[in-house]
């Protein structure tokens, strides 16, 4: 069994896409949805997950706001599986869950896995490192098609996990704890933290090549972001003062998640 914990808090355009995706898309693998409503504002989010509730599908309501990083970690209390986090503003594709899963076990030294999106940093395609748009002519499961069939299934090994699509063992929870709610608040860099926390556990964070979820950005908090963002990263420095020079490195001599996007890229103009 895998629980996917999706924390909401308003965005309801958004949340009503991925929704729609996580129940018209196929997976072979076992698993349940736990929507975690953030005490959202925006009431049609309510009505939105109280039609969904039935056996697949669980409904947390949180009794105040308890922000981006406090969620998760309820969600993942709550569960005792593994489980992939899914931000609410991510369009899942046909796959996802088996094959995150199958790259998570392809080594048991593997902590996380995040899968590739247009727009999520390091895990961006087609080009790296930006916010992508949808290749002209593709919609989000041509697109996921395209990716999955010309993927070798590299597993590239990356220094940190990005957030948008999150998949962490169980046994890397029961190892190292949840995310640091304490430091982290509201959210920005708490993955990053954990991603940290999984090498010191001497466990590797990689991304699964073969798998695509269109992801539209922060719906949440969008004026408090470049401050969280700067006050974060002066918080993860002080916990783990090698990890700005990982990603620098990362960076400028990563070969295999470029060499992806080029491929990708060359694909889409053919």
Not at 15 to 35: A, D, G, M, W
Not at 166 to 191: H, M, P, T, V, W
Request: net charge positive.
């Amino acid at each position: 069994m895998i629980d996917i914990i999706i924390p909401i808090y308003n965005g309801f355009e958004e949340t009503s896409n991925c929704v729609q995706s996580l129940l018209e898309c196929t997976n072979e693998k076992e698993h349940r949805l736990i929507f975690i409503n953030d005490q959202s504002p925006d009431k049609r989010i309510v009505s939105l997950l109280q039609k969904q509730e039935n056996k697949r599908i669980t409904i947390l309501n949180n009794d105040k706001n308890l922000g981006f990083v406090k969620t998760v970690n309820k969600g993942m209390r709550f569960s005792k599986n593994d489980v992939i986090l899914l931000n609410s503003d991510t369009v899942v594709t046909n796959g996802w869950i088996d094959k995150m899963s199958a790259a998570a076990y392809s080594n048991e030294k593997i902590g996380t896995v995040t899968s590739l999106t247009n727009n999520g940093t390091i895990a961006s395609v087609p080009y790296f490192n930006q916010d992508n748009q949808l290749p002209s002519g593709y919609t989000v499961e041509k697109f996921s098609e395209l990716i999955e069939c010309i993927s070798s299934k590299v597993y590239p090994e990356i220094p940190t996990a990005v957030g948008h699509a999150l998949y962490i063992k169980r046994e890397i929870i029961n190892k190292i704890g949840y995310f640091d709610d304490a430091s982290f608040g509201k959210g920005y860099g708490e993955e990053e933290d954990f991603s940290c926390r999984v090498i010191r556990a001497g466990y590797k964070n990689i991304l699964a090549d073969d798998t695509f979820i269109f992801h539209y950005g922060s719906t949440s908090f969008k004026e408090e972001k470049i401050s969280l963002i700067k006050e974060n990263k002066k918080k993860l420095k002080k916990k783990h003062w090698w990890h700005p020079f990982n990603v620098k490195i990362f960076l400028l001599f990563n070969r295999k998640v470029k060499n992806i996007c080029l491929l990708i890229q060359k694909e889409i103009k053919n």
